[in-house]
């Protein structure tokens, strides 16, 4: 006695040469659809063929930095005014340096829109030159010549020290520190926030000695407690403390809210571990105190330099009228009255 297959029994695969059954009800038989592969997203920037250089009509010098120089321009096919940055290559002895590869790569990974875009590539350094700001309010953030991908995978010897300009360089990489992390980047924004209170950059040292000496100062030397991994850094028995002192910070920055001085401590904090985020920053209570921020749209706006537009003279407001030397009026007005009686 057979009967229906059990979980365990088989089923046999019904064949287009077995007769109908009229007992049996005949269900359609519905084919089966490949599973498609998953296409992994494409991570890494389009490569476009690059144009001669003659393409650009250089209009004028906009700023000079160690590696390059960045100009601004008009693409001759469109009329496009662009910024058009040339690599210092006189001194390079070992081909296109890898700092401009990581440039490139980095601006053209990058989809944002406070960040430049590349057009371009013509045959992260952080700082206030490198943060430009159009007619309408909007900043962008360029020059990624000291900038590379994080979480590459690290090489022998670990990571380079030659990232950020020395004035906004954190404390971690001066003292040699081989792995690092976007915390240097939030150090680097204490830098520029302090430097836009001050009118003035906040550390101008001419090398890595010397900096380190204006921050002990600001700062106060560091100890166990506000940096515990300070003795494990390659350059760390090498330097010579100052006597523990208190900050400066509220000596420096008088005029500076208490939320205002809370974040740029919390951005200028030794132990990277204890910096703060760039998300936590964002939501910090100082952006949220009186004067609030204003809206894009109600930003003073000024005549755009890449559009070639000029600033307007203002009108001369009209003078006032000058009185008549010996006009009399009484006098008419009485002349007046005598002639209608």
Not at 135 to 160: E, H, Q, S, W
Not at 174 to 182: C, E, F, Q
Not at 220 to 228: L, M
């Amino acid at each position: 006695m057979s009967g229906a297959p059990g979980p365990s029994t088989p089923s046999r695969k019904r064949s287009k040469w077995d007769e109908d059954n009229d007992d049996e009800i005949g269900l359609p038989v519905v084919p089966q659809q490949k599973r498609r592969a998953k296409s992994k997203p494409n991570r890494h920037p389009p490569i476009q063929p690059s144009r001669s250089v003659y393409a650009y009509e250089r209009l004028n010098q906009i700023e000079e930095g160690s590696y390059g120089v960045v100009f601004r321009a008009r693409d001759k096919q469109t009329g496009d005014i662009v910024a058009l940055k040339k690599l210092k290559l006189d001194e390079e002895k070992n081909g296109f340096p890898i700092t401009a590869l990581r440039e490139v790569y980095a601006l053209m990974s990058c989809r944002h829109e406070n960040v430049v875009s590349v057009r371009d590539v013509v045959v992260g350094d952080t700082l206030t030159h490198n943060l430009l700001m159009n007619n309408r309010g909007t900043i962008k953030v360029a020059d990624f010549g000291l900038a590379r991908r994080y979480g590459d995978p690290v090489g022998v010897g670990g990571m380079t020290q030659l990232v950020v300009t020395l004035w906004y360089r954190a404390p971690e990489i001066l003292l040699g520190a081989t792995t690092y992390s976007t915390a240097v980047d939030m150090w680097s924004v204490g830098c520029i926030f302090a430097e836009l209170l001050l009118k003035e950059p906040l550390f101008q040292a001419h090398g890595e000695l010397e900096l380190l000496s204006m921050i002990f100062k600001l700062l106060g030397a560091p100890t166990n407690n506000s940096w515990p991994d300070y003795s494990s850094l390659p350059l760390a028995k090498t330097i010579s403390l100052p006597s523990p002192q208190p900050h400066q910070f509220r000596q420096k920055f008088q005029y500076l809210t208490s939320a205002g001085l809370d974040l740029l401590m919390s951005l200028l904090t030794y132990d990277p571990a204890r910096r703060i985020s760039a998300e936590d920053a964002f939501e910090h209570p100082y952006f949220s105190e009186s004067p609030l921020p204003k809206h894009p749209d109600l930003f003073g706006s000024f005549p755009s330099a890449a559009a070639g537009e000029k600033r307007r003279k203002p009108f001369d407001s009209p003078t006032a009228p000058h009185r008549l030397e010996n006009y009399k009026i009484i006098p008419n007005y009485q002349e007046s009255q005598d002639t209608s009686s």
